[in-house]
């Protein structure tokens, strides 16, 4: 590693990453080099896409003083690095410009709220405007003088008050944001208002508590329309066209939580449909390593983008080793399904410019036990999309689902053991003799008045590297009795896999880092490990090329 300290900014650090890196990704968002984390503030200004994320510029782990790193875009899927948006400067934010939200003001103004870490490392909310509204690239911003905007309140942790939302606007014209908070292990939303984006209060009762989540990291509230339709609607919009979801980042189970419920902006309540069930049937927008998600209205396509974390599973050496750390998943689109009861998620359809060569099979019978090579593409970067027809699901195996937890059946029924119906699935970063390999994977049961699918990823066969994190990722969820087909769309990335099962009613986000099945040693097979047929209807898998990144100097040849 390379430092070069300027006296004048920390942005002309140079960093020299390791020329072999078989877990670097082709097609997924990460900076040259060192520790990333949350999406911060995504947005679409004059025709650019911006995506601010927290970045340690000093190393390849979490860091005492994290800065706004900045990137622009016209497609979401390449991308151009910026110097940082805001770096440690002032007592407000000395120690961190932390996570926080873009909201784009009338006339359209973008202004970041984002939180800082005080002198006395106590967290506070501050503000910051772009020092020039007609560069589209936004490469300067200001720290506004009334900063801190909003300072703990009682009852809230000095070191548990961060992660302001994007705000929306009442039709009493004045504003609103929330703020993740905590007092020992009571998780709070807490709802300001403000006139003039300035002076901001405090509303006496939180938009939403819960007693044992701990703390709510990186609230997200936005409306969704009921009608099914995948458009999305600005953060603003309150008519009964739409349902509210309020996100929370659960921190004691690193997971994304979700409701879906009614906002009454006359009262300042938030009434979810249900509320934590602490079950399968709560909520979360992905079952794996997917963290701290931030979501954005993009109105040059109509659409709800959400972007997410996915954090390394190897070591903190590993992590030195490689120069980096941290991914963002491909953006998905999101929208309600047309049930009302769950989100919906999609990789954007800019993804699928990358797509390169293609296999497809079509109408295979996989029988019990049978495994097929997906051949003739690069099986360390695709995209692969399956649509298997199902036997008759009376056929399927008992499960009392009360008994049994998704994860534990997923790590204890490995894919390689029989079922009925199931499992049956993908081999993802497979070796050729499949010694290692990822299974993403169906199995389904019959469960006391209904039927239901388990998905899972199964990282436990992934490599034969003994110092991973190969934790599982399941879920059990309700199919309709009269299911014929179901479908899984894997995207595949070289340490990364992320899949959408169900057109994206489930989706599971997985780190992995083979051994053996790096590069061209990489294999894709779908199988069928239950003793009953299925039929793979259609398939289709690409090689992906690489997405190009670049640094500010490519500006001046756009």
């Not at 942005?11 to 020299?16: E, G, L, P, T």
């Not at 910051?128 to 801190?148: C, G, H, I, T, Y």
């Not at 993009?298 to 972007?307: E, F, G, P, Q, T």
Request: charge should be negative; proline fraction near 6%.
């Amino acid at each position: 590693m390379e430092i070069n300290v300027s006296a004048h900014s920390i942005n002309s650090i140079k960093y020299r990453v390791p020329e072999k890196q078989p877990y670097r990704t082709w097609y997924h968002f990460q900076p040259p080099q060192n520790w990333m984390n949350d999406p911060n503030g995504p947005m679409y200004y004059k025709g650019v896409y911006h995506f601010f994320y927290q970045y340690n510029p000093y190393a390849p782990t979490f860091g005492k003083h994290m800065v706004w790193g900045h990137s622009i875009s016209y497609d979401l899927i390449n991308w151009i690095h910026l110097n940082h948006a805001l770096e440690p400067s002032e007592p407000y934010d000395i120690n961190g410009c932390y996570s926080g939200s873009v909201t784009t003001l009338p006339g359209e103004k973008p202004v970041i709220m984002y939180t800082g870490s005080d002198t006395n490392k106590h967290q506070i909310q501050n503000m910051a405007m772009p020092k020039n509204l007609s560069d589209p690239f936004l490469r300067e911003w200001v720290k506004q003088p009334q900063n801190p905007v909003m300072t703990q309140p009682s009852g809230v942790e000095v070191d548990g008050f961060r992660d302001p939302t994007t705000a929306w606007q009442g039709s009493d014209g004045k504003w609103r944001v929330i703020i993740g908070a905590k007092n020992g292990d009571e998780g709070k939303a807490l709802l300001y208002h403000s006139e003039d984006f300035v002076n901001w209060k405090l509303h006496p009762n939180p938009l939403y508590a819960s007693d044992n989540t701990g703390m709510f990291e990186c609230p997200d509230f936005f409306p969704v329309y009921i009608s099914g339709t995948k458009n999305g609607v600005d953060t603003s919009v309150q008519n009964s066209s739409v349902k509210h979801v309020f996100k929370m980042s659960y921190q004691n189970k690193q997971l994304e939580y979700y409701f879906l419920g009614e906002y009454l902006p006359d009262q300042e309540k938030y009434i979810p449909d249900a509320d934590l069930a602490g079950t399968s049937l709560d909520l979360i927008l992905d079952h794996g390593r997917f963290y701290a998600t931030k979501s954005f209205f993009d109105y040059a396509k109509n659409r709800r983008i959400l972007w997410g974390w996915s954090q390394e599973s190897d070591t903190t050496q590993d992590d030195f080793e490689k120069g980096w750390a941290g991914l963002q998943g491909i953006p998905r689109q999101i929208w309600l399904d047309k049930s009302g009861k769950w989100l919906m998620q999609w990789p954007i359809e800019e993804v699928e410019k990358l797509r390169d060569k293609q296999i497809s099979i079509v109408a295979e019978e996989l029988v019990g036990g049978s495994t097929l090579e997906v051949s003739g593409i690069t099986a360390s970067q695709a995209d692969v999309e399956v649509l298997f027809e199902l036997p008759k699901l009376e056929n399927a195996e008992w499960l009392d689902q009360s008994e049994v937890d998704p994860h534990s059946l997923c790590s204890e029924e490995y894919a390689s053991r029989s079922g009925i119906i199931g499992p049956f699935g993908l081999l993802a970063l497979a070796s050729e003799d499949q010694t290692e390999h990822t299974a993403i994977f169906f199995r389904i049961y019959r469960a006391p008045n209904r039927y239901v699918c388990l998905m899972c990823s199964d990282q436990s066969r992934s490599s034969l590297r003994q110092d991973l994190d190969k934790t599982p990722y399941a879920t059990i969820f309700d199919i309709d009795p009269n299911l014929k087909t179901i479908s899984l769309r894997s995207l595949i990335d070289r340490s990364i896999i992320e899949s959408f099962g169900e057109k994206g009613r489930i989706c599971i986000t997985s780190r992995v880092y083979p051994s053996l099945a790096i590069d061209k040693d990489a294999h894709l097979y779908v199988f069928n490990n239950g003793s009953q047929s299925v039929v793979i209807s259609e398939l289709n898998a690409w090689s992906m090329k690489q997405a190009e990144f670049g640094e500010e100097e490519s500006i001046n040849k756009l």
